[in-house]
């Protein structure tokens, strides 16, 4: 399995080699999609502005969809949109480790 970013660093070219693999498109990434035959397995967003200005598309893109709880407020009428609820804190710090979604998880945010 590849982890993808999509950013200045990435070129069209790479994203057609992962064409056959799992992978994980995050934000605007369909922004790459008039230039690529790739697309994700699956799609997240867990940035509000994104969410906020551009909910009509990502409803739209016919992909796994997986966001964090963050963006709810702006996807809830997409009923292909999987939400994962947050992990619980105490102290400041997720209680639990790893990317076992059943118990939550928690946005990087940067």
């Not at 994980?24 to 990434?29: A, D, H, Q, R, Y």
């Not at 699956?42 to 709880?69: F, G, P, Q």
């Not at 619980?88 to 939550?104: M, N, R, S």
Request: hydrophobic share 35%; charged share 25%.
């Amino acid at each position: 399995m590849f982890y993808c970013r999509n950013g200045p660093s990435l070129k069209m070219a790479d994203l057609d080699r992962l064409k056959d693999e799992i992978t994980f498109g995050f934000n605007k990434v369909w922004l790459a999609f008039d230039q690529t035959e790739w697309r994700p397995t699956y799609y997240s967003c867990c940035d509000e502005v994104v969410a906020r200005n551009n909910a009509e598309k990502m409803a739209s893109l016919d992909l796994t969809k997986i966001y964090a709880h963050s963006v709810r407020k702006y996807l809830w009428r997409d009923p292909t949109a999987i939400f994962v609820n947050p992990k619980p804190k105490k102290g400041g710090d997720a209680i639990g480790k790893g990317w076992d979604l059943v118990q939550g998880t928690n946005a990087g945010h940067s």
